[in-house]
């Protein structure tokens, strides 16, 4: 099984014809259904198609070369003999479903849909069309009807895992977890030893917040299916999150073993063994913003009582030589769009840059923006030709510990006395860390000494509970820089 759909479903049924057709039809058929069985495919479409020259009306002639052009890999051949047996004997369901089928593989969703619905109004037993009708809805995000053709089906076929496995899925797309969850739990009774239905159930006790039940059914993924990167992957988060940094780390070693999302792997591992690196990957940026984007602002603002951008805006505005209004606002790392809707009122011209693209999306929904870019932050400033007179960067160097080139390319794209806000993880000593969260964390002197090597002013700077992490708050700092 697979997260995704599974694929449709045939019985094998055929159809009786119509009309009675002449004798020498029929033998011409008779011939090409041996020679269909044997293999010798091109033959068999030859006497087939003689069958339906002498009697246009053979329905199996124009069924069975149907199922030869479809087992070719010429599908739209294929719907055309299909429909041509449906037109002759449209009260058949066997016809109507494969007619279905193959519009479902050739892209046509809706038209598939309505051959699904002909069978059940012939046949109000044919699971495989109700299962194959909540595929179709499945594939075009209709999740409700998904999840009603799926119970018919279910009621129809009980036992049948498959069923059970994509009535989870649709019911976990609507947002209906304990569903989700029960219909898991009845694919595995089915499938106990498929990996991906311990998989997708132990990412619904996830996002249930059943932690332990997750954990334990990654981990009889992973005993299933020893090489299921995406069990490991998941796995190690949910170590880290009990404190298992051992268990964690053999994940990530795992991972790396595995060749599955190496570069994000060798990030976290180098943060749980004690290494400091000069920089997160990108790929691993992305990817985790990605993850978060769908309830990224309900997590940050309820659970993790985020309030950096306006405590950023509060340390701007408290500046009594500064401007109380600014023409151009480069948001870096923008996210979802708070510090553009934070600091709407004291800009005129908003631009905001970050690697997510669900996080870009999300942003221009908020309608803030001027522009915006899905970029790296360095690569958008060495490229930006108009300077800002006003660039923040909220959490966004919490994911780079090198600040060398951040710093010079912010010099170059910042305007005559232009102002510079951003936040830090705090520590203490010299220079950074990277820490076992897989962010990084910079001393006061490694931000003083940036600031002098690159012509800036340290005009204000504060402590500052940046968020809350496992209950506890992360001390960091907030600096605002002049130019």
Not at 59 to 74: E, I, N, S, T
Not at 441 to 448: C, K, R, T
Not at 452 to 463: A, K, M, N, P, W
């Amino acid at each position: 099984m697979t997260t995704e759909s599974h694929p449709v479903q045939t019985n094998g049924q055929t159809a009786k014809n119509a009309w009675p057709c002449p004798s020498n039809a029929d033998e011409f058929f008779h011939r090409a259904l041996d020679l269909h069985q044997q293999g010798e495919a091109d033959p068999a479409v030859s006497l087939y198609q003689q069958a339906i020259d002498l009697c246009p009306a053979h329905v199996d002639a124009c069924f069975y070369l149907a199922l030869l052009h479809r087992a070719m890999g010429a599908p739209e051949e294929a719907a055309f003999w299909f429909g041509r047996a449906h037109t002759l004997l449209p009260g058949e369901a066997a016809i109507a479903y494969e007619l279905g089928i193959t519009r479902y593989s050739l892209g046509q969703q809706q038209m598939a849909i309505e051959h699904f619905h002909k069978v059940l109004a012939l046949d109000d037993t044919h699971w495989q069309a109700a299962y194959n009708l909540g595929t179709a809805h499945l594939a075009q995000g209709n999740t409700r009807e998904a999840i009603k053709a799926y119970h018919r089906a279910a009621q129809l076929n009980p036992q049948d895992a498959d069923i059970h496995f994509n009535l989870g899925l649709a019911c976990k797309r609507e947002g209906r977890l304990d569903e989700a969850r029960q219909s898991y739990l009845c694919a595995m009774e089915i499938a106990p030893d498929d990996a991906e239905v311990h998989y997708n159930l132990a990412l619904i006790y996830k996002e249930l917040g059943c932690r332990d039940e997750a954990i334990i059914s990654l981990e009889i993924a992973i005993a299933l299916r020893p090489e299921y990167g995406a069990a490991y992957g998941n796995l190690g988060v949910l170590y880290l999150d009990q404190d298992r940094v051992a268990e964690a780390i053999a994940c990530y070693r795992r991972l790396i073993e595995l060749d599955h999302n190496t570069v994000s792997a060798r990030h976290i591992l180098a943060a749980l063994t004690g290494e400091t690196t000069a920089v997160a990957p990108s790929s691993y940026i992305a990817d985790l913003f990605d993850s978060f984007s769908g309830h990224f602002e309900e997590r940050l603002l309820v659970d993790l009582e985020y309030q950096t951008p306006w405590e950023l805006k509060s340390l701007l505005l408290a500046d009594p030589i500064g401007p109380s209004h600014f023409t151009r606002l480069l948001d870096l790392g923008c996210g979802t769009g708070l510090v553009g809707q934070v600091f709407q009122e004291i800009s005129t011209c908003r631009v905001g840059v970050d690697l997510s693209p669900k996080m870009v999306e999300a942003a221009a929904a908020k309608k803030v923006y001027d522009e915006l870019a899905v970029a790296e932050i360095v690569t958008f400033l060495e490229q930006n030709q108009e300077p800002f007179d006003l660039i923040v960067a909220a959490d966004v160097f919490i994911y780079v510990g090198e600040l060398d080139r951040i710093f010079a390319t912010l010099a170059r794209g910042l305007a005559r006395d232009g102002k510079i806000l951003f936040s830090t993880e705090q520590m203490a000593g010299q220079g950074y860390q990277l820490r076992q969260s897989g962010r990084y964390a910079h001393s006061f002197s490694y931000i003083e000494a940036m600031a002098v090597r690159y012509g800036f002013r340290i005009l204000s700077t504060q402590s500052a509970n940046i968020r809350k992490e496992k209950g506890k708050w992360i001390a960091g700092d907030l600096y605002l820089l002049g130019a």
